[in-house]
């Protein structure tokens, strides 16, 4: 599957770096401020008002975010591929090769998504928020990113291949960096780079968000199936 090149008429896609903006003065602040959700969640709110004000200045959303009707179904099967691998490959490194290493998996006990009933979570808050996260990391930040970079470029010069390596490279770095998902799940955020890379990938390789979509809800139901089991 070769790279798919981004359309020329898209406008405003440099509202993709609003949020990353927002997260690195995050990081910039005081510990105190840090450690508000209010803080933590202001990239994710910035991105999703942002996204909103992209969809309303831009036609024919609907392919640009890679989600026609005609890619679901084989969006899903693959998705759940790719999910169950790397939900059984991140299961083993955080229960087994975490602690192996000396880092701690205690506190997974007691983030924010142990709390919720487990009937709530799986499947349906699990998908609620793959679905809400890919829309917004990689349907908007990572191909607005794509869509920017190649529009200050030559379509014969090359350059695609470099706009899509930078924007995946950006995009994946801003995922696994997200304030609350560093808040949550504190040194485990790192194996969110892999995810993000690869979901990433899959996208710009198909234009199907259905696939990170599904790979992402099978991955995070395996991994907090057997790591609330583990921790039992």
């Known amino acids: 599957m070769a790279l798919q090149k981004n359309p020329p008429n898209e406008v405003v896609a440099a509202l993709a770096i609003l949020p990353i903006l927002a997260t690195v003065i995050f990081y910039l602040l005081p510990e105190s401020w840090q450690a508000h959700r209010l803080c ?7 991105a ?3 996204f909103g004000i992209w969809a309303v200045c ?3 959303i609907i392919p640009k975010l890679g989600l026609e009707p005609t890619k679901i179904s084989a969006g899903v099967r693959l998705g759940l591929l790719i999910g169950l691998l790397l939900g059984s490959f991140n299961t083993t490194l955080i229960i087994y090769g975490a602690p192996a290493l000396g880092l701690d998996i205690e506190f997974l006990r007691n983030v924010p998504h142990a709390h919720i009933p487990l009937t709530v979570m799986v499947p349906w ?7 809400a996260v890919e829309m917004n990391f990689r349907g908007f930040l990572l191909g607005r990113l794509l869509a920017l970079f190649s529009q200050h470029t030559r379509p014969s010069d090359g350059f695609y ?11 994946s770095l801003a995922f696994a960096f997200d304030p609350f998902m560093v808040s949550t799940f504190q040194h485990l955020h790192w194996i969110a780079v892999l995810d993000a890379f690869i979901w990433g990938w899959m996208w710009l390789q198909t234009r199907n968000l259905y696939i990170p979509m599904a790979a992402h809800s099978m991955e995070v139901i395996i991994e907090y199936l057997a790591i609330r089991a583990a921790l039992a």
Not at 161 to 169: F, I, K, P, R, W
Request: charged residues 5%; negative net charge.
């Open 40 to 46: 933590q969640f202001a990239p994710q709110i910035i």
């Open 48 to 50: 999703y008002v942002s």
């Open 58 to 60: 831009n036609a024919d």
């Open 125 to 131: 808050f699990i998908i609620f928020i793959a679905f």
């Open 161 to 171: 291949t470099l706009a899509s390596v930078m924007a995946l490279g950006i995009s």
